[in-house]
Every structure is written in C-alpha cells, then in structure tokens.
C-alpha cells in the first residue's frame, strides 16, 4: 500500500477530509475540462502590394492549396 494511501486512511480516522485520489496523481485536471482551442492558419493573397484576400482554415494543407488557387485565378496565371 502506498504512503499517500496510508496518510488519507490516517486522517479520515481522525475525521479529516482529503481529496480525492483521482485530484492527486495529476490525471484527471479540473482546469483542462473545457473545450480545446482549436489551430487556425491564415494565408494572405496579395494583389500587388495590397492583402486582396485572407484565407483562415484549421487545415494547413488545405490553405495552402486554396490560397495558391485564389492567386492563379487573381493574377491571371492559368
């Protein structure tokens, strides 16, 4: 038996609360319980100097390949 499980049978004798074990070893985290920020990646389509479109996916690859498709149908170059 570990220590920690010794020490938690200990104060609940004296009448002591304590966390839970699942709190304790770290797997179960109180703070880790809401959604999950999800990556987005942004690709600019210049026109010149100026930004003339923003593509924003969470799909890099796909990005990619749509922004390099706005280019050839902005620029002409098909």
């Known amino acids: 038996m570990s220590a920690l499980r010794r020490r938690a049978r ?3 004798r004296r009448g002591t609360g304590v966390a839970p074990l699942a709190g304790v ?7 880790n319980d ?3 920020q999800e990556i987005i990646y942004r690709f600019a ?16 690859y796909s990005g990619l390949l749509q922004s390099a498709l706005a280019r050839v149908r902005i620029e002409g170059q098909n």
Do not use: H, Y
């Open 34 to 36: 809401g959604p999950q």
């Open 45 to 60: 389509v210049n026109r010149g100097m100026a930004v003339a479109l923003v593509i924003e996916t969470p799909d890099w």
């Open 10 to 12: 200990r104060l609940r």
């Open 25 to 31: 070893d770290g797997s179960s985290d109180p703070t």
